[in-house]
């Protein structure tokens, strides 16, 4: 099992940055594709970014350019640097981490942009 512990949301206005964190319970981080996602009610939950275990980073269309996804394997945390948030970047963010056939989610941290 691995527990993922999300921090660093709120309320921001549109321009602003926010940075999130996620902080995993094991030490092995470093062999998972580690990613975050976010969802709106109603809606389907969507990737935003991911970080492969090799360094390989992928973006939602609708984020490149804007945020980071970073990851400290010594720390067993991943990050995501969000700069320049519209309105429409407000939802519950979830960081997820993929490990060999498992995959675990956190409990979800809510970012707000106000305009």
């Known amino acids: 099992q691995m527990q993922l512990v999300e921090s660093g949301g709120g309320l921001v206005q549109a321009g602003g940055s926010v940075r999130l964190s996620c902080a995993a319970s094991r030490n092995d981080i470093s062999i998972a594709t580690m990613g975050w996602y976010r969802q709106v009610p109603g809606k389907q939950r969507e990737l935003v970014a991911l970080?492969?275990?090799?360094?390989?980073?992928n973006y939602a269309d609708s984020v490149k350019g804007r945020f980071t996804i970073s990851r400290d394997n010594a720390k067993n945390t991943v990050y995501l640097q969000m700069n320049s948030l519209k309105p429409e970047d407000t939802a519950v963010y979830y960081c997820?981490?993929?490990?060999?056939?498992?995959?675990?989610w956190g409990q979800g941290t809510q970012v707000t942009v106000s305009s």
């Open positions: 997820n981490a993929r490990v060999v056939a498992a995959t675990y």
């Open positions: 970080k492969s275990s090799t360094g390989f980073a």
